[in-house]
């Protein structure tokens, strides 16, 4: 069984940069591709960003694209988000999620993290 648990997300001011992980319990987690996808109030959830399992490949969404980055450390089963230039609109719960290549569809992820609360408020 695989469970993610993310930590790090916060209230933080617009223009503010924060970083959030994904624990994950398995030791196998170099086998999966990691995503993050994030959730607004009243919107569906959205594709963040995602990273292959050993090549490091990473893809974006058009619109963290320069601002965040995805990253992970398999030796200790914890990927990564680093949010830069936060605004707003960044606002959302944010899940970590596990599968086997990093698809843009959420429905691809076998497993998922709770999710944590970013708020971007001055």
């Known amino acids: 069984q695989v469970q993610l648990v993310e930590s790090g997300g916060g209230l933080v001011q617009p223009g503010a940069s924060l970083t959030l992980s994904c624990a994950c319990s398995s030791r196998t987690f170099e086998t999966y591709a990691v995503a993050w996808f994030r959730q607004a109030p009243g919107k569906e959830r959205e594709f963040v960003a995602s990273?292959?399992?050993?090549?490091?490949?990473?893809y974006y969404s058009n619109f963290v694209e320069g601002r965040f980055t995805i990253s992970r450390d398999n030796a200790k089963n914890t990927a990564y988000l680093q949010m830069n230039r936060l605004s707003s609109e960044d606002t959302a719960v944010y899940y970590c999620?596990?599968?086997?290549?990093?698809?843009?569809?959420?429905?691809?992820?076998?497993?998922w993290g709770q999710g944590a609360q970013v708020t971007v408020s001055s």
């Open positions: 999620a596990a599968g086997f290549a990093p698809y843009r569809e959420e429905s691809e992820y076998h497993y």
């Open positions: 990273i292959g399992r050993t090549d490091g490949r990473t």
